[in-house]
């Protein structure tokens, strides 16, 4: 990847001096899309500046005034914002709850167009949306789905394909959204799905209109991301075994990890005080390990969000599980 970033420095430079639909288009910027959408296994894909910037910038296009959003109630702040920039309006069910979905669909059949948002698995809790369900449902109702799998992306299905692999309905998600800065590790937002989908965003939102392009460096490394993950797998296998050996590490000193199913892991603490004591006294441990508090989470649910990667070692592992386990018990959380 840092090969790939600085290959193309020295061919291209380090800006592109425009926004996409103007001057700001190279190779670099189309081989990725082209890449992303064999890699999601969509006709085309889309690459904004941000994932934030893809979420604002095109749920607002999507909706307008006589028709309306279904929002999970726990969806991230990115998804939360471009529905607010929406002229269309708002509902929200229960979190990950289909059948309190079918309630709100049941009510919603006085609107021109529905369109169901919901995170692909959840930042604060590491809990994964029932997507299946979810398609299911909107197909019965005639609603669009859109899912943002910022948090799903090289972690979940085959060759971290993302959550529509994991719950094998690729082809049924209208509007698939990522991002490049979490499991990719380097930085940029997309949207994948229809031709017809792309062409409508690239027209339409705003946020990808007026917006500088990355520098070629940024594409490209992208690019070089998705070859990574495709080809070795050692990477993703390592990555799951090292969140089970975390959880279950956690369980047997006494910790409450809520509902996580990914390598997402929060410690709940409950105060928000507690929270951040406990993140100070880990890092005087040597261990970087931050509190989510008030008001990220609900006033009663603070706790340390641990995410796994690949590049930790069952030693890195054990010497945090042992600090844990130290500062949990001299903090009375365990």
């Excluded at 425009?18 to 889309?46: N, W």
């Excluded at 939360?80 to 979190?95: N, T």
């Amino acid at each position: 990847m840092k090969r790939a970033a600085i290959d193309a420095v020295e061919k291209y430079g380090v800006g592109s001096g425009s926004v996409r639909a103007i001057a700001g288009t190279m190779s670099p910027h189309v081989e990725l899309e082209k890449s992303l959408a064999s890699f999601k296994h969509t006709e085309a894909s889309l690459v904004y500046a941000t994932g934030f910037a893809a979420n604002s910038g095109l749920i607002p296009q999507l909706a307008a005034d006589g028709d309306v959003i279904i929002s999970d109630e726990l969806n991230h702040g990115s998804i939360i914002d471009g529905v607010r920039l929406s002229r269309a309006e708002r509902a929200v069910y229960k979190h990950c709850d289909a059948e309190d979905l079918r309630r709100v669909l049941n009510e919603s059949r006085k609107y021109n167009h529905v369109l169901v948002v919901t995170d692909g698995v959840f930042s604060m809790d590491g809990d994964i949306a029932p997507a299946d369900r979810i398609v299911e449902l909107a197909e019965e109702y005639g609603a669009l789905t859109y899912i943002d799998d910022a948090h799903g992306d090289g972690v979940l299905g085959e060759s971290g394909r993302g959550i529509s692999s994991h719950f094998h309905i690729e082809g049924r998600v209208d509007v698939e959204m990522g991002t490049f800065s979490k499991a990719f590790g380097v930085v940029g937002g997309y949207v994948a799905g229809s031709l017809d989908l792309v062409n409508f965003a690239l027209n339409k939102s705003r946020t990808w209109l007026l917006s500088a392009s990355h520098p070629a460096s940024v594409a490209a490394s992208c690019k070089a991301s998705l070859e990574v993950v495709t080809s070795e797998p050692v990477h993703l296998n390592r990555l799951w075994d090292n969140t089970r050996y975390f959880k279950e590490g956690l369980r047997k000193l006494g910790f409450d990890i809520g509902s996580s199913e990914t390598p997402i892991t929060p410690v709940m603490v409950g105060d928000s005080s507690k929270a951040r004591k406990m993140s100070e006294s880990l890092f005087d441990e040597n261990v970087f390990a931050l509190p989510i508090v008030y008001p990220m989470v609900a006033r009663d649910r603070a706790r340390i969000r641990t995410i796994m990667n690949a590049g930790q070692s069952k030693y890195d592992l054990d010497y945090a599980l042992e600090a844990f386990g130290k500062v949990g018990k001299s903090l009375r959380i365990i």
